[in-house]
């Protein structure tokens, strides 16, 4: 028997050793045959076990599998239109697009604070008496502001002021100032009253006064005199001087910026405030809910008094809003 040693496996081929063995046993005789070598077949199969087999990869149907840039060369015309309708709608506003809200404009103050403070166009506040009651920057004497005087008035009364007009003037810019009129008469003498353009170098006063104490209040403020801009547009030699003539019912405005007014109180509804109820035919039928009252002090009204014989009273004038109420 030969001990030509077997191949190892169908794939593989004879060894050195194995050919010795069959060349040795083929001299000596009778040895067996050449060592078969594995077939192609054989050496496939057993490539085939020892391999790990890939997974297949799935081939799409025929007809309905398309490469990425087929897709999108197919789909860009589509996409160019629909771009185009959403542009035309977004033109057009048919599509909504969320806006944040812009941010309100700066409101100017509805009133001061609580303090004393410099006014726009001159004067100071009286910020710090808010609440105050009775409180006036000039000494009033008693009963000056309970009522207005009727007209006309008596001749031996000398120089008087009252209002002619109050209310609140609003600019284009939603802020506004409250303006009063004032009137001075001198009843019982042709004698004229030139006073001061700054009253004395002190200005006017204003105070308004509600059931719960002062809401707006004003000291030091400057007139506006008509009858000198009048004569200063003509050029007359009086403009230039430092006295108006307010004699035969002259008289000028005061300007009360919302700054004099008390936290919490505006213009307008202030305004509102000083007028008095009245009936169906306008006749006063009770005291407006807030008191105004308006004084100022000036020699020259000292020195009319004087030469009517009455009493200086420190030049001081007054007027309020009160007035009599109409008696059924």
Known sequence: MSSLPPAQGPDESPS?????????????????????????????????????????L???RSGTARSATAWLAAAAPWTAV??????????LGLIPVPRSSP???????????AEAVSLPGGGTSDGDRCGTKGYHHFPLPAGATDVEPPAPASPASGPQLS???????????????IVIGLRFTTPGTKKPLRVSRALGGEGAAVEIEGPDGLVAGA????????????????????????SVDVSDGGGGEIVVPAEALCPGHDGDSVARSLVP???????????????LVVSLR???????????????????????????????
């Open 277 to 291: 109820p009245a009936d169906s035919t306008g006749a006063v039928t009770g005291p407006p809910p807030y008191r």
């Open 298 to 328: 000036d020699p020259a009204v000292g020195t009319l008094r004087t030469a009517l014989g009455l009493p200086a009273g420190d030049g001081l004038l007054s007027a309020v809003n009160l007035v009599p109420v109409a008696r059924s």
């Open 16 to 56: 050195d050793e194995q050919w010795e063995a069959f060349l040795r046993d083929a001299m000596e005789g009778g040895g067996a045959g050449a060592p078969k070598e594995a077939s192609a077949r054989d050496r496939l199969a057993a490539a085939r076990v020892r391999r790990p087999r890939r997974p297949r």
């Open 103 to 113: 941010p309100a404009p700066a409101a100017g103050p509805a009133s001061g604070p």
């Open 82 to 91: 629909a771009a185009v309708v959403v542009f035309g709608a977004f033109q």
């Open 58 to 60: 799935r081939r799409p």
């Open 219 to 242: 000291h030091g403020l400057p007139v506006i005199w008509p009858s000198a801009a009048r004569a200063s547009a003509s050029d007359a030699p009086a403009a230039s001087g430092a």
């Open 163 to 177: 209002l002619s007009h109050y209310g609140y003037a609003a600019d284009p810019d939603g802020e506004g100032d």
